[in-house]
Structures are given as structure tokens and as C-alpha cells.
């Protein structure tokens, strides 16, 4: 059994706002790899520990330069990460190949009424909608899974993406720990750590000990016509140049994917042009 986490920073208890990366740097790394750990513990404790032949972990926060290499080499032999920026499939380099997706820190799409730091693949994109359905990256992120028909097993996220994939039916089977509950865009209640790790180390075993073949794929279907509507016009001048681009108006462009990695890539493509 081969199991990959993706691992986004939004969705970790202890952070609560951007800042934090740098201006609390000790602590935010403490946060993340606590975090990072608890899962691993919770794959060593469980019934299928001994069929697990690789764990791999991506880093998918920001430039994907936020996990200590080392740190997790100790924790697991198994372990093998993918770091840097930019990278193709960038959330989701190298899924093939897995049987079980994990989503770590995962947070609310851009939008959402207390969402803790939300926003969908970039803070220049106001929001994204993928056939209609307003998304964040744990949805298109599933639908990249669901190419390879590699079910997402378990979501660690804050409140907000609790509320937008589980109580509004987008992937409501899916086993959720919810880390914090999000009171604003840079407020938080923080759950205890020690009883956020138990949690995580019973879901991490409880999704393990299924029958993967039984885990929704996602309801999601391509071809996928994607909105996404950027925070300012220049924004929008920039990415209609790309080929397949269309503009729609003064903050919105729009194209189609056939594929989750299609469209994973054009939005990283598109959220890379807004930096400059």
C-alpha cells in the first residue's frame, strides 16, 4: 500500500494568519510537523501498518519549502518528500502509483464566511468555479485524485472546509478532522493538540482498515468549464494571453479541461502570471 499526503498550511491549528510562516517561524514549524507526525503515528498504530510500502508527503504551502527533510526521515523510513516550486501537478506531483489520498491543513475556499486564511489556489483569485460549483483546492484536488482513481480518504482542515465539503455535500462520506474552528479570516478557536493528535490517530487507522474500491471518487465530471474571477483587472489582462484563455469581463476568464491535471496545471499556470 502506497498512501500520499498533501500537505497545505491554511488547515493547521496553531496559525492563524499568514504571517505566522514568518514572523513565528519556531512555532509555526513546530504546528506543522506535530501535525505531520500525529498522522504518521496514526499510520504506524493501525491494523494495516505493516502493508504500507511508501508514505509520501508533498509539500504544497506557498514555494513547498516548509517541511524539515530530515525531521520526517526520522519519523518514518517509509517517508519520501516532494518539495520545491514551481513543479508540474503542483499540489499533486507524482500521485500515480498511490491507493489512498490524505489532504493535511487543508482550509475553506476563497469566499467562505469564516474561513480561516481562505482563499482557492491564490490570493489573486477572487473565486473559482469548476461547472458551476464554487470550489476550493480540496474539490479540485479530488478531481485530479479521480483521474487515477485513487480515492481521498481523509481531510484535516479547519471548520470552514469542514462546512463547504461535508455539510454542503460535496464529499460528504469523506473521514474529516477538523483542527480549528475558523472565526474570521485571522480568528480562530483552537482545538487542544492533545486531543486533536487522538482524533487524527483514530481517523488515520479508521480510513486504513477500508476497502478502498468502496471510497467515492467524487461527483464532478469532465468536462470541467472553469471561472476564475481575479481580484483586479490587471490580473485579468495578464492571463487572457494564454492560449485557451477567454475573457469573460473585467475580472473573470474562463476555459475548459478535459482532465484534473489539465486543470490543476492551467490554474497554477495562470496563478504564477499574476505574481509578476
Not at 519519523?75 to 513543479?87: H, K, N
Not at 503542483?90 to 487543508?106: N, P, Q, S
Not at 467524487?218 to 492571463?239: C, M
Amino acid at each position: 500500500m502506497n498512501i500520499y499526503i498533501s500537505f497545505d498550511m491554511e488547515g493547521i491549528a496553531g496559525i492563524d494568519r499568514f504571517s505566522d510562516e514568518i514572523k513565528q517561524t519556531k512555532r509555526y514549524s513546530d504546528a506543522i510537523h506535530a501535525h505531520v507526525r500525529a498522522v504518521i503515528e496514526g499510520i504506524q498504530q493501525s491494523s494495516r501498518n505493516d502493508d504500507v510500502e511508501h508514505i509520501t508527503i508533498v509539500d504544497s504551502h506557498a514555494e513547498g519549502k516548509n517541511l524539515d527533510y530530515l525531521l520526517l526521515s526520522e519519523m518514518d523510513p517509509r517517508i519520501e518528500l516532494i518539495s520545491g516550486y514551481p513543479r508540474k501537478d503542483f499540489m499533486m506531483t507524482a500521485l500515480e502509483g498511490h491507493d489512498i489520498v490524505f489532504f493535511l491543513g487543508y482550509h475553506a475556499g476563497s469566499g467562505h464566511h469564516h474561513g480561516n486564511m481562505n482563499h482557492s489556489y491564490s490570493t489573486y483569485f477572487h473565486r473559482i468555479t469548476v461547472n458551476d460549483i464554487k470550489v476550493s483546492e480540496a474539490l479540485v484536488n479530488q478531481i485530479v485524485a479521480k483521474d487515477y482513481r485513487i480515492p481521498v480518504g481523509l481531510v484535516i482542515g479547519d471548520s470552514g472546509l469542514y462546512g463547504q465539503l461535508v455539510l454542503e455535500g460535496y464529499m460528504p462520506n469523506v473521514d474529516y478532522v477538523i483542527t480549528k474552528e475558523s472565526l474570521g479570516h485571522n480568528a480562530v478557536r483552537h482545538k487542544n493538540f492533545a486531543e486533536l493528535r487522538r482524533e487524527i490517530i483514530e481517523k488515520v487507522g479508521n480510513v486504513l482498515s477500508k476497502d478502498f474500491k468502496t471510497l467515492p471518487l467524487g461527483d464532478i465530471y469532465a468536462p470541467y468549464r472553469v471561472v476564475v474571477e481575479t481580484n483586479r483587472t490587471l490580473h485579468a489582462d495578464k492571463v487572457e494571453i494564454v492560449p485557451g484563455i477567454s475573457r469573460l469581463d473585467g475580472y473573470r476568464v474562463g476555459f475548459t479541461a478535459q482532465t484534473g491535471l489539465e486543470l490543476i496545471n492551467t490554474l497554477m499556470t495562470l496563478e504564477a502570471m499574476c505574481r509578476v
